[in-house]
């Protein structure tokens, strides 16, 4: 499975972007797809997921109300649209794919990584 990120930029603070991730391949294989950020000298932190089956979605604390996940499986994309941007939301962002269902707040959950794109908030 392949995920390509895209939608990344430099934005204001209180600005919004969308981040979609387009998966290819075995996508068979990816009931859950989920995204995660890391900011400089950080750890990779969960941002959001969204499981396939059922539609489920889950968000860390600090995104919820500003972020949502949603996916078209038609396409095989996932999106993440980001309002409200802050500078703390400034971080290279990376689109993630699995299958085994749960915990979705864990990296390793995921099998399929995408290569990041980088999203910065000015203050």
């Known amino acids: 499975v392949q995920l390509v990120e895209s939608g990344g930029g430099l934005v204001q603070a209180g600005g919004s972007l969308t981040l979609s991730c387009a998966a290819s391949g075995r996508t068979d294989r990816v009931h859950d797809m989920g995204w995660f950020r890391q900011a400089p000298g950080k750890e990779r932190e969960f941002v959001a997921a969204?499981?396939?089956?059922?539609?489920?979605?889950y968000y860390e604390d600090s995104v919820k109300g500003r972020f949502s996940i949603s996916g078209d499986n038609v396409k095989n994309t996932v999106y993440l649209q980001m309002n409200s941007l802050k500078p703390e939301d400034t971080a290279v962002y990376y689109c993630?794919?699995?299958?085994?269902?749960?915990?979705?707040?864990?990296?390793?959950?995921?099998?399929?990584w995408g290569q990041g794109t980088q999203v910065t908030v000015s203050s």
């Open positions: 969204l499981a396939w089956s059922g539609g489920r979605t």
């Open positions: 993630a794919a699995g299958n085994a269902g749960g915990p979705y707040i864990s990296r390793w959950n995921y099998d399929y």
